[in-house]
């Protein structure tokens, strides 16, 4: 196998390194310990017994960096039960475990309490669980619940509002721009009262309110999502059942969960961008 070293910008390059020194612990031995001005570069059962450890801390955390750091994919609604997961079971201390291996799961839970426990942060992460249909408020607290569901009808009804404000009747314009054109000709009692109905009173902000919320409470009152299915998919399919929340969830799922994506972007480009590609400089000449 290629020898896998650790990279800086990386991500979990250390840990799939250290994985490949423990799978190839005897191989390795074998070959540095042949030569006399190599053996001193053998592993020490000291050396193993440490990278053991770790690799039992975090081992199992890898995939789960791996498939939040995803950019085709919604990302940021799955971070509260991952979190969960840990809390649970993944860095929970074993019997069997050593002190090392403990107080590495230890660390890094505290870690990611510290990280995740800035009131902003956990108000998106909140929002971003509800308008996903595979959780809705599966891994919310009890008592944060309609504390949630009371903010993202007034989040939605702000949202609706500065949208009115901005691109006043634009409803009616896309639907009269949908409409064939057709040739001049009477005028029915139809189009009569869909002008009435276009040009009508809109509906005052506490019916906007009672909309949102029963729009919510419909939303809440489905099941669970499978969690193979694209919640995307299930939006896309449900937008006009809820065309209020539809909104809401456009604005918070295409958040990624990571940065990866974006740095990702600025690898590609200093790829690209470099001093060998500008051919007009003199040296290039």
Excluded at 26 to 37: F, H, I, N, P, Q
Excluded at 172 to 197: D, R, Y
Aim: charged share 25%; net charge neutral; with cysteine.
């Amino acid at each position: 196998h290629q020898l896998i070293t650790q990279s800086p910008t990386k991500w979990g390059s250390r840990q799939k390194m250290i994985e490949q020194i423990l799978e190839q612990e005897k191989a390795r031995a074998r070959v540095l310990g042949s030569e006399k001005k190599t053996r001193h570069l053998v592993h020490s059962w000291q050396d193993i017994d440490l990278l053991e450890s770790v690799n039992k801390a975090i081992g199992s955390l890898q995939k789960f960096t791996d498939a939040l750091s995803g950019e085709n994919y919604v990302s940021v609604s799955y971070l509260k039960p991952v979190l969960n997961l840990f809390n649970r079971s993944l860095l929970q201390p074993e019997e069997d475990e050593n002190e090392l291996t403990k107080k590495i799961k230890s660390a890094t839970l505290q870690y990611l309490k510290e990280k995740y426990e800035d009131p902003a942060t956990v108000e998106l992460i909140d929002m971003a669980t509800l308008v996903d249909p595979q959780f809705r408020t599966t891994y919310i607290a009890d008592d944060k619940i309609e504390s949630i569901k009371h903010r993202a009808v007034l989040e939605l009804k702000s949202l609706l509002a500065e949208e009115s404000t901005h691109h006043p009747g634009t409803t009616v314009c896309q639907e009269e721009e949908s409409e064939p054109v057709s040739k001049k000709g009477k005028k029915t009692l139809a189009s009569f009262f869909k002008k009435t109905e276009l040009s009508g009173p809109q509906p005052s902000p506490h019916h906007e309110q009672q909309a949102i919320a029963s729009e919510l409470l419909s939303y809440l009152q489905l099941h669970n999502l499978d969690s193979e299915e694209d919640p995307l998919d299930w939006w896309r399919e449900h937008q006009r059942l809820y065309p209020r929340l539809s909104k809401l969830a456009k604005k918070y799922l295409c958040i990624p969960a990571t940065s990866s994506p974006s740095e990702r972007v600025f690898s590609t480009g200093g790829n690209i961008a470099t001093c060998h590609r500008l051919v007009f400089l003199s040296r290039n000449l």
